[in-house]
């Protein structure tokens, strides 16, 4: 096994934080990983892919295993739907490029979205009106104790808003190496119910759109409001939004009756966390190279050369001003390695 030594995490984390590597090993197989995992030389083992949800606040002084199994391929065909296979190293948009390709639906509300497949049920990735969980199967993980496979089933997950398993009861005790998804192959379900995709369909003059325009309208919502981290760090939304009981919400609405909020179920209620950042002044703020993004509040950036520490400075100041102003506490998205 090709074991590096003092390899620089800059290229492997989205916000373009510069911390080492003290053993670094590319993973391209099951096989490998296994071995690796058994490694009693590097008694300590740090477990990276995609890397765009994180924040590195130190060097990482332990063997760091970057995932880069590949492969996409279909499991199950019916003739409706399909269910695909597809290896953690894989790019998540490029995932969705691919079905796309070959007309799968269920996909395209969560085109861009940074990252690797292996991560996306770490996060129960979401956006515009779809979560990961609504077309999720099944994933395997390597135990990292006896290196054995584990097929997790939906249920076993416990999705919630940006939650599962893996943030909390197993969270570092699996390494993810694939994931299940359940497509359509025809009549497929169209989610254009966030206003911001019908806004996009209608501004081209398309009423009846297809999957691929689906795509390409989140894609153009996405680039227009959240920045690319090959031009400037971020981990996309930093922070979650709140969900807050009515009570909460019905003392925040009487405070703040403009404010924008989503109803969860007639009990708990959605505020956007980059609204009430926006009003705590942060907008497009700048703190060395630490910052905020211009034109969406819930995403900090790296404007260069700034360090997890001064990213996580910032986020403190941020979830504290919200708390004073509003008295809604607001938590990181992002996994912050300390």
Known sequence: ????????????????????????????SLLQLQKALQLSAYPEKFVISGGSNMLLTKDID?????????GISVFEEEQEAVVIKVMAGENW????????EQDYGGLENLSLIPGNTGTAPIQNIGAYGTELKDIFVSCEAMDIRTQEL???????????YRESIFKKEVKGQFIITSVKLKLTKSNHKLNTLYGAIEDELSKHNIIHPTIKDISNAVVAIRKSKLPDPQEIGNSGSFFKNPVVSKKTFEAFSKKNPDAPFYAVDNKTFKIPAGWLIEQCGFKGKRFGDAGVHEKQALVLVNHGNATG????DLAYEIKKAVLDKFNISIVPEVNIIK
């Open 93 to 100: 948009h490029q995932l969705v490029l691919w079905s796309l």
């Open 150 to 160: 584990k097929e997790f089933k939906k249920e076993d997950c416990k999705f919630g």
């Open 309 to 312: 520490e001064e990213i996580l």
């Open 1 to 28: 096994m090709n074991i590096q030594e003092n390899i620089s995490l800059k290229s492997y984390n989205t916000f373009g934080i510069e911390a080492k590597a003290k053993f670094f090993l590319e993973v391209n």
């Open 62 to 70: 332990a063997l760091v295993l970057h995932i880069n199994l590949k």
